[in-house]
């Protein structure tokens, strides 16, 4: 069946260093990736959008990398703050009206 | 703020009840999305709905059941309700029902089965 992991251990890096977050995914060709943010007792908040045929998508301090033969996305953050402290969902969907699944999340701590 | 309104917030209630969870998608979105998030579980999807219609399920009990109404809220239903069924619910909204748009959360209804 589909599945998808993510670092199985919470993150603790210095404040400014790169934190760098892994999604891997058996078992499923997934059209698009999401990487999404929760924050404790509130919804997850989108952040990136990344195509099967795009290798790498940037927004601000965030890059996400998309490799469809390891089937694997990194996410990073450069510059790291405390504020970016958090949990993040990688999130699969397939070509057309498949059911979306989200990773079971990392949670990053951001130690200033 | 994304748009999404979840009522109620929070909700206690008993074994075997039943009760029924609102959301209002963002202004725009027709496609609106159920998932369940458990601290053993995760985040999991249980339904999705485009314009009134039943687009994708999940793994969603038989227990459960959901509508969208032509003003494109939704209301999710559960009953006969067990102590497992304690969980954030999430709403989700987006603008077509495919994975090319990324979806808004609501802040979700903390259930509560004592």
């Known amino acids: 069946s589909q599945k998808i992991e993510q670092n199985s251990e919470a993150l603790n890096i210095q404040e400014g260093k790169t934190a760098t977050l892994t999604c891997n995914y058996t078992?499923?060709?997934?059209?698009?990736l999401q990487w999404y943010r929760q924050d404790p007792g509130r919804g997850p908040v989108f952040l990136l959008l990344?195509?099967?045929?795009?290798k790498e998508k940037r927004k601000e301090r965030l890059k996400v990398t998309f490799d469809t033969t390891l089937k694997q996305s990194l996410f990073h953050i450069t510059a790291s703050q405390p504020a970016d402290s958090a949990t993040y969902l990688c999130a699969l969907e397939g070509t057309s009206y498949d059911k979306v699944i989200f990773g079971p999340g990392t949670s990053l701590s951001v130690i200033p | 703020d994304s748009g999404v309104t979840q009522t109620p917030k929070h909700l206690i209630t008993a074994t075997g009840q039943r009760v029924t969870l609102r959301c209002s998608p963002r202004?725009?979105?027709?496609?609106v999305y159920w998932y369940q998030q458990s601290l053993d579980q995760g985040l999991q999807f249980l339904i999705q709905y485009y314009n009134g219609e039943e687009r994708a399920k999940g793994n969603i009990l038989e227990r459960f059941s959901a509508q969208q109404f032509p003003d494109l809220h939704s209301e999710l239903n559960l009953s006969s309700l067990e102590l497992g069924d304690s969980a954030l619910y999430f709403c989700?909204?987006?603008?077509?029902?495919?994975?090319?748009?990324?979806?808004?959360f609501g802040d979700g209804t903390r259930l509560s089965i004592l």
């Open positions: 078992n499923y060709s997934p059209a698009y």
């Open positions: 989700a909204s987006s603008v077509d029902p495919n994975g090319n748009q990324p979806q808004h």
């Open positions: 990344i195509r099967e045929n795009e």
């Open positions: 202004s725009g979105d027709l496609s």
